[in-house]
């Protein structure tokens, strides 16, 4: 009798083990044939229909220097997939691409500028959507520390205050930070 129970809990430690490995094949299986997918679109295709496919032509059209035509691919998926990782991927990828135009060696300054404003913009709206993309984040400050933001307006001396206020907070005690 004993020896029934242990048999049978094998047998189902084994057929669980089964289902999780031929799961796990069937998602590297469908991996592969979206990596064979994606490595056969040509930048000289039309677009294609789906949103995963889209962004993988965009990218091959950000790799063939076809940087016009990859934004606007760019802004199609972020207009309709504006909050799917999809459309998230698209923004992050296009800011990138602006990121690397205001990099680029070749670029006068006064065309950097306004790359690195695009670039800010963009990570921006991605953080708004997703505030947890951390890539998005340490990009958005690498940006800022390339082309920091003009603050004339709160440093600008706007005169004396008309009226300075002294607050006082009951049961508040003044201590050193931790």
């Known amino acids: 009798m004993r020896r029934r129970y242990v048999h049978t809990g094998f047998a189902l430690l084994s057929v669980g083990l089964l289902t999780i490995a031929g799961s796990q094949y069937l998602k590297i299986h469908t991996a592969h044939a979206s990596q064979r997918a994606v490595d056969s679109i040509q930048v000289t295709d039309d677009k294609p229909r789906d949103p995963r496919a889209q962004l993988a032509w965009a990218n091959k059209l950000l790799e063939a220097d076809q940087f016009e035509r990859a934004e606007k691919a760019y802004n199609e998926i972020i207009n309709d997939q504006d909050n799917n990782p999809t459309g998230q991927a698209a923004q992050f990828n296009l800011a990138n691409s602006y990121l690397r135009q205001g990099m680029h060696p070749d670029n006068l300054a006064e065309q950097r ?66």
Do not use: C
Request: aromatic share 10%; glycine share 2%.
């Open 113 to 178: 500028l306004p790359m690195f404003e695009l670039a800010k913009q963009r990570y921006r709206d991605l953080l708004e959507t997703n505030p947890n993309h951390w890539s998005a984040r340490y990009n958005l400050e690498r940006t800022l520390r390339l082309a920091p933001e003009n603050d004339s307006f709160a440093r600008s001396d706007k005169g004396k205050p008309i009226k300075r206020v002294n607050v006082v907070v009951p049961d508040f005690k003044i201590r050193d930070l931790p």
